[in-house]
């Protein structure tokens, strides 16, 4: 490891986290039009540290919502790799306001942890890496590779603009692989590396009845009630095994090998009875809950509505009923195919007496996977180790993060998830924060694995 590098970052450790308390002071939320000044004064710091740092260029890109900040260092030469970092200056809203022990925007660190709103997700992961480059630049003169940066300001509303951003700038953008730290680890001092991600799609339909609510002793038992019509029809998409019964769902899930399986062994397993609250767990036959979770597509219904909601009785057959519905999804399985399933599910298995009305959900993605034996990987699970001093568990997640699909699709290069959040973060809650000796752990995880890269 790089020894300058590594007491540039101890010696100047204080400056860093005033810089980065800085930089979480701006309430850079991108949902509230009313902090769209925010949100540029956000771009315009990540702008301005690359300036100082020493990158070569940089520009603030402007988007029909809220930009997003490039900056390149080619220096190393066109036979060094380079390599493309994301990641998202913008936060979630702070509220509500009153469960904070602390403001959102005036950072405060308690016990080891630095609290306030985008100091996990993502200003402070995003920071650890504009750090190491400081200090590699201050200290070498120069970034052990090429490396391009885009950080961009609607990761919380979806990143509206960028696939096309990536998309018509593709030469811009173009590396050989892609780390992204927006992600987390299983426990607090566990490095994990992520090699998967869930793809995310679902539907959003209304069952409709009569056209307007009816008395239910005058019309019960002549027509139908369209929330007893959705209660069969969702019951209908799986059964008390967990086991989704939508005809062909499963048909491009590749089998879960032995040694994904024994990697997956491997994990710390939460115990989701204590944390969740749940009487049990209940996944797929055949399938642990931590295989279903990570490995293992999902459906499942987010909500139901329709119908009389107040306080005591209203003895009507309601006129409409609705349920959002998402499914996660594995590699192998297409979002768009996935809802051509559901909607014929629906279709076939709509009761009679009532009519179906039908919304895609827009913002699907398909699932994401990197070989865990990839040179990369491995690299940033010595990285990791040597850090932590532990070695790391390998994951697939759950959830889904769209832009690593995107960047898979538009670039087809593989992406690192190199995460240092913990499950303690609360991340989009009140008092979220970042475990400061993570943040140090981090920072000598990102300089070894720049120094010691070898993707040939």
């Not at 007893?228 to 089998?255: I, R």
């Not at 399985?333 to 399933?341: C, W």
């Not at 990839?374 to 699970?381: D, E, F, N, V, W």
Request: aromatic share 8%; proline share 6%; net charge negative.
């Amino acid at each position: 490891m790089t020894t300058q590098v590594i007491e540039y970052l101890q010696k100047h450790r204080k400056q860093q986290l005033q810089a980065l308390e800085s930089f979480l002071k701006i309430p850079s939320v991108s949902t509230d039009p009313g902090h769209k000044d925010d949100v540029d004064k956000a771009a315009q710091f990540v702008y301005k540290y690359l300036l100082d740092s020493g990158f070569e260029h940089v520009e603030i890109q402007q988007t029909k919502g809220h930009p997003l900040v490039y900056g390149e260092w080619l220096g190393a030469g066109k036979e060094a790799p380079t390599m493309l970092v994301y990641g998202h200056y913008d936060v979630q809203p702070a509220d509500p306001l009153e469960l904070w022990e602390s403001a959102p925007f005036e950072p405060e660190v308690r016990k080891g942890r630095l609290y306030a709103r985008g100091a996990s997700d993502d200003k402070g992961q995003v920071f650890m890496h504009l750090a190491v480059f400081e200090a590699f630049l201050k200290t070498e003169g120069k970034l052990p590779i090429n490396v391009k940066v885009c950080i961009e300001g609607e990761e919380e509303i979806g990143s509206e603009h960028l696939y096309d951003i990536l998309q018509t700038k593709k030469q811009q953008f173009d590396a050989d692989f892609a780390i992204i730290s927006d992600s987390g680890m299983v426990d607090n001092d566990q490095p994990t590396i992520l090699y998967g991600l869930k793809g995310f799609t679902g539907l959003e339909f209304t069952i409709h009845g009569p056209d307007n609510d009816l008395h239910s002793g005058l019309y019960g038992g002549a027509v139908r009630n369209p929330i007893m019509a959705m209660a069969h029809l969702l019951s209908s998409m799986k059964d008390q095994d967990e086991v989704v019964q939508v005809a062909h769902f499963y048909d491009d899930v590749a089998p879960l090998t032995n040694e994904e399986r024994q990697l997956i062994a491997e994990v710390p397993v939460e115990d989701y009875v204590k944390t969740t609250g749940s009487p049990s767990t209940s996944s797929e036959l055949g399938y642990s809950a931590i295989e279903h979770t990570m490995a293992r597509p999902t459906l499942e219904i987010n909500g139901v509505y329709g119908g009389y909601q107040g306080e005591g009785t209203k003895t009507i057959i309601p006129s409409y009923a609705t349920a959002k519905l998402t499914c996660r999804l594995v590699p192998g399985q297409d979002p768009t195919t996935i809802q051509d399933l559901l909607i014929d599910h629906i279709e076939k298995n709509l009761p009679s007496g009532v009519r179906v009305s039908i919304k895609r959900e827009p913002l699907s993605a398909k699932a994401y996977k990197v070989d865990p034996n990839h040179l990369l990987i491995k690299q940033a699970a010595l990285s990791y180790g040597k850090a932590f001093d532990k070695e790391p568990v390998f994951v697939r997640m759950g959830g889904s993060i769209p832009v690593v699909e995107w960047i898979d699709a538009i670039f087809n290069i593989p992406i690192v998830l190199l995460g240092f959040g913990t499950p303690d973060d609360r991340l989009h809650s009140p008092n979220e924060s970042f475990l400061l000796a993570n943040f140090d752990r981090g920072l000598l995880t990102l300089v070894d694995f720049l120094t010691n890269l070898n993707v040939e």
